[in-house]
């Protein structure tokens, strides 16, 4: 049986082998090859080296604006999401009654999609604010916060339940030694939980991170980019470059071959910085 898996094995794998070829490898090398040139369909391509990237950082400002506000809000989110999943995490492991029903409440906004979420905090941002006469494009600081909330309220419930299994997998002999010991809350929290559950706090603070600056769907059904591309993320931006105007496309493709860059070594330098912060269970 085993020979004759072996035998066959090309031959399963094949599918799946071309699938990732078609769907991923080849697009992906397309994509950089693309951002090389100008273009408005991919059999007209002329080759025009870095005009493409020097155009993406100094014809307008828009980029670099796309950049700093998404840093901002990766920074600010990435906090928020993870402390709140954690606070939660750490209330929903106490053995109260009903836990299992918060998990499942919590747990319920990672489910809905993110066009919809945007316009549904539309509404209610919007109603909240249109009591003191603006709106959420009265001013980018409200786009800012809103973006931040809606991304705290979608996704600290995936966290909490990552963050939960690492509580849960803590060895109850720690815990009991701390208490024969006399530790207080506070010393079992920063002493113990803390580094215990740091492998989940990597998980979390990856996703978070990438999720937090890959974001599209929610800051195009809340703000648009509005007040005057103040909100605009990175994919946004990208997005209105690739689809603005024709003969802007080479420019749109060189800020996502940036984009992606910029993403794989940030989440790099997050994954070796938390790494090296995790100890031996």
Do not use: H
């Not at 080759?47 to 993406?56: L, S, T």
């Not at 706090?201 to 703000?223: E, G, H, M």
């Not at 080479?250 to 989440?267: D, E, H, N, T």
């Not at 330098?269 to 031996?280: C, D, I, N, P, Y």
Request: charged share 10%; with cysteine; proline share 3%.
């Amino acid at each position: 049986m085993q020979k004759s898996l072996k035998r066959y094995f090309p031959l399963f794998v094949l599918p799946t082998v071309a699938a990732f070829l078609i769907a991923f490898v080849i697009p992906f090398f397309m994509g950089i090859y693309l951002s090389f040139t100008k273009f408005s369909t991919v059999v007209d391509a002329k080759w025009v080296g870095f005009d493409n990237y020097i155009k993406a950082f100094s014809a307008n400002t828009d980029f670099i604006n796309a950049l700093g506000f998404t840093a901002l809000f990766t920074l600010v989110s990435v906090i928020a999401i993870n402390l709140l999943a954690f606070i939660l995490a750490l209330f929903l492991t106490k053995g109260l009654k009903g836990t299992n029903i918060f998990r499942t409440v919590f747990f319920m906004p990672n489910l809905i999609g993110g066009i919809v979420l945007g316009y549904i905090w539309q509404l209610i941002i919007n109603g909240v604010l249109r009591s003191s006469g603006v709106t959420l494009l009265a001013n980018s600081k409200y786009g800012f916060w809103g973006l931040v909330v809606l991304m705290a309220w979608q996704m600290s419930g995936y966290m909490m339940i990552i963050y939960i299994a690492g509580i849960q997998n803590i060895p109850v002999e720690l815990m009991e030694a701390a208490d024969v010991d006399g530790a207080s809350l506070s010393q079992k929290l920063f002493k113990i939980t803390i580094p215990m559950v740091m492998p989940s706090f990597t998980i979390c603070s990856f996703l978070t991170l990438t999720n937090s600056f890959k974001l599209f769907d929610q800051n195009l059904a809340l703000t648009a980019g509005g007040p005057a591309k103040q909100t605009a993320m990175l994919a946004l931006d990208i997005y209105n470059t690739f689809y603005g105007s024709v003969g802007s496309e080479g420019i749109g493709q060189a800020k996502a071959v940036v984009f992606f860059l910029m993403v794989a070594l940030i989440a790099l330098f997050q994954l070796g910085f938390t790494r090296s912060k995790e100890v031996e269970g």
